[in-house]
């Protein structure tokens, strides 16, 4: 069973920085894009941004020139640089793989981030 795990979330000041981390294991597959959502309290999960197997990556406006989006593709692993955290990026991070067996979300990751 493929199982993405996300690892990284936590608390923090504004201003401050956090570094998610997801790896996708559990089974043979080729990567097609991984890539990370939120999901704020009384909101709609958001995409926040992916990154292809071919390195292309796409960024929500709200985090452009703040969030930077990585891959180690040996390891299947995904990573999530965030910079210069604000409170409204305080939401449950999800990670996502798309995966040529299938489509697969991982359990969430809190990040909370205070004024």
């Known amino acids: 069973q493929v199982q993405p795990v996300e690892s990284g979330g936590g608390s923090v000041q504004a201003g401050g920085s956090l570094r998610l981390s997801c790896a996708a294991s559990g089974g043979i597959f080729r990567v097609i894009t991984m890539g990370w959502y939120r999901q704020a309290p009384g909101k709609q999960r958001e995409l926040v941004a992916h990154i292809t197997s071919g390195g292309i990556t796409n960024y929500a406006d709200s985090v452009k020139g703040r969030f930077t989006i990585s891959r180690d593709n040996a390891k299947n692993t995904v990573y999530l640089q965030m910079n210069s955290l604000k409170p409204d990026d305080t939401a449950l991070y999800y990670c996502?793989?798309?995966?040529?067996?299938?489509?697969?979300w991982g359990q969430g990751t809190q990040v909370t981030v205070s004024t």
């Open positions: 996502n793989a798309l995966l040529s067996a299938g489509n697969y």
